[in-house]
């Protein structure tokens, strides 16, 4: 793309590089394509030359160059919108949990050509909601630009998923060394909160004194409703995954995974699987309705995502959520 100062007259049909003011008034916005009556009120107003952008061979057209690139950036519930100034935003089609692709994205964005923003990783997404903008650099791209974004997407690409959370299954366990009906009491009304802003509920739950056999005892009878996950609401802090908690969990068959999240509140957390059936034991946080490290895990495990611990520990970068 060029960038050339020409006389009014010559300009029909030209595209305006920058606004135009008069006045402190706007006649005319960036990206304008001039027409014979503008050229009239430009003269009128006595101006005689006008910045312009005008493309070379080989250029790609901002709107067009998003729109190829938006097309490749994600994949799942996603529908693309074209916008103004050379933008074409991504929206959720469906209730979904947003997976980012962090390294790709800073390997998109590195470039002087076009940027990519999305929804922060492994978030909720309502129906409707935008995940994600792709912006092209004002005008066009060039060719060789735009081709070599578009094989980097092909090649390691996706940079953004969005996951469907469908009909999931939400199984609960309430402990307390004196019994569940507590721990249930305390944590209950806040659980169902929690749940309903991701759009779901409680399927089934479960009330067990905290010791080793019962609640083992009760992790198979909610096995067995065939849940998507499994969250254990105890109200004491876990030492690790040798307390009545872990040992039950792994009684029953599961492999512990992570213990200990780098975000605060929620640095306690115990997550195990067995198969595909994810457990989350995060003392503390059940009972509060602020922001803490369930929220940030729950969206994926609704979207049936296997979290490992190396993405519990990618959780530090924006961990201090208080």
Known sequence: MKARAIDVRQSVGRILLSSIFVGGKKLFSKGHRIEGDDVRMLESEALRDVWVAELEEGDIGEDDAAMQVANQVGNGSLEIRSAAGG????????????????????????TNALVIATARNFSYARAGQRVSTVKSAPFAITQPQLESLLALLEEKGPVLQARPISRPVVAVLYTDPIGGERASRLFGTIMGQRLERLGTVAGIALNSVEEELPVAEALERLLKSRPTLILVASTTSPAGPYDNVGRAMERVGFQIERFLAPVEPGALLLLGYQDDVPIVSAPGCFRSAKANVLDLVLPPMLAKYRLSSWDIASLGQGGLLD
Not at 90 to 106: G, H, I, M, Q
């Open 87 to 110: 933008r074409a935003n991504l929206f959720a089609t469906e209730p979904c949990c947003v997976l980012v692709d962090s390294e790709l994205l800073k390997q998109t964005n590195s």
